[in-house]
Antibody
Framework: QVQLQESGPGLVKPSQTLSLTCTVS??????????WTWIRQPPGKGLEWIGY???????YYNPSLKSRLRFSIDASKSQFSLKMNSVTAADTAVYYC????????????????WGQGALVTVSS | QSVLTQPPSVSGAPGQRITISCAGS?????????VHWYQQLPGEAPKLLIY???NRPSGVPDRFSGSKSGTSASLAITGLQTEDEADYYC???????????FGGGTKLTVL
C-alpha cells in the first residue's frame, strides 16, 4: 500500500524560498505509470493544483505559479521535492503531495493517495 | 472564483439521497476531460471517491456514484450517513489553462 509523507519547515519568511519534500513508501517511483504531484489548500479555502513531475524529471507547473516553482525527483531515495521562491502571505497553505494516475480510457489525471499534508506559514 | 462551479453547501437527512453538481465549460469537462471527486473529512487530507467520471476505487461504498453529461458532472450519495459529513471537491483538466483544476468545494451537512 503506497503512502506519501510531506516534510519541511513549517515557517518561511516573506520573499524567501519554501522547500518541501515528499517521501514515497510502498511503490517504485520509476515505474513510469504515475505523476508525482503537489497540491495546496489555504486555510479555510479550496484546493489548488501546483504541478507534477514525472520520473524522467519532466515537470508540469500551474501557469499561475510557474515562474516561482522548481520540482525535482530522486527515485533512488523515493523522494520528490518542491521549491517555491519569493513567497508571500498568500502562499500560506497546507501543502499536499499525491500520486497522479491516468488511463487510456479516461482523459485527465486523478490523485490518489494523498499525504497527510504539511502546513507552511509565511510570516516574518 | 473556481473554473468548476459547485454549490457551497448541500444538506440531507440520514438515509436520504443527495446530489452535488459540478459545472464546467467547453475547455474542460465539455472538451472530454474526465471528472474526479474527492471527499475531505474535517481535519484530514482529501480522499479519492470517484475517478474517470463514474469509477469507484476499491473500498469506496457503492452509495457513492458519479455521472457526467455535456459540460457538467454530478456526485450522488444515497443512504446518507452522519459520517458522510465532509467537504466534496470535483476535479478535471482545463485545456485553455493547461492545468488540473478543482471546484470550489461543497460542504455536506447531514441533518
Amino acid at each position: 500500500q503506497v503512502q506519501l509523507q510531506e516534510s519541511g519547515p513549517g515557517l518561511v519568511k516573506p520573499s524567501q524560498t519554501l522547500s518541501l519534500t515528499c517521501t514515497v513508501s510502498g511503490d517504485s517511483m520509476d515505474s513510469g505509470d504515475y505523476f508525482w504531484t503537489w497540491i495546496r489548500q489555504p486555510p479555510g479555502k479550496g484546493l489548488e493544483w501546483i504541478g507534477y513531475i514525472y520520473f524522467t524529471g519532466r515537470a508540469y507547473y500551474n501557469p499561475s505559479l510557474k515562474s516561482r516553482l522548481r520540482f525535482s525527483i530522486d527515485a533512488s531515495k523515493s523522494q520528490f521535492s518542491l521549491k517555491m521562491n519569493s513567497v508571500t502571505a498568500a502562499d500560506t497553505a497546507v501543502y499536499y503531495c499525491a500520486r497522479g494516475s491516468s488511463s487510456s480510457s479516461s482523459r485527465g489525471t486523478w490523485f490518489d493517495p494523498w499525504g497527510q499534508g504539511a502546513l507552511v506559514t509565511v510570516s516574518s | 472564483q473556481s473554473v468548476l462551479t459547485q454549490p457551497p453547501s448541500v444538506s440531507g437527512a440520514p438515509g436520504q439521497r443527495i446530489t452535488i453538481s459540478c459545472a464546467g465549460s467547453s475547455s474542460n469537462v465539455g472538451a472530454g476531460y474526465a471528472v474526479h471527486w474527492y471527499q475531505q473529512l474535517p481535519g484530514e487530507a482529501p480522499k479519492l471517491l470517484i475517478y474517470g467520471n463514474n469509477n469507484r476505487p476499491s473500498g469506496v461504498p457503492d452509495r457513492f456514484s458519479g455521472s457526467k453529461s455535456g459540460t457538467s458532472a454530478s456526485l450522488a450519495i444515497t443512504g446518507l450517513q452522519t459520517e458522510d459529513e465532509a467537504d466534496y471537491y470535483c476535479q478535471s483538466y482545463d485545456v485553455s489553462l493547461s492545468c488540473s483544476i478543482f471546484g470550489g468545494g461543497t460542504k455536506l451537512t447531514v441533518l
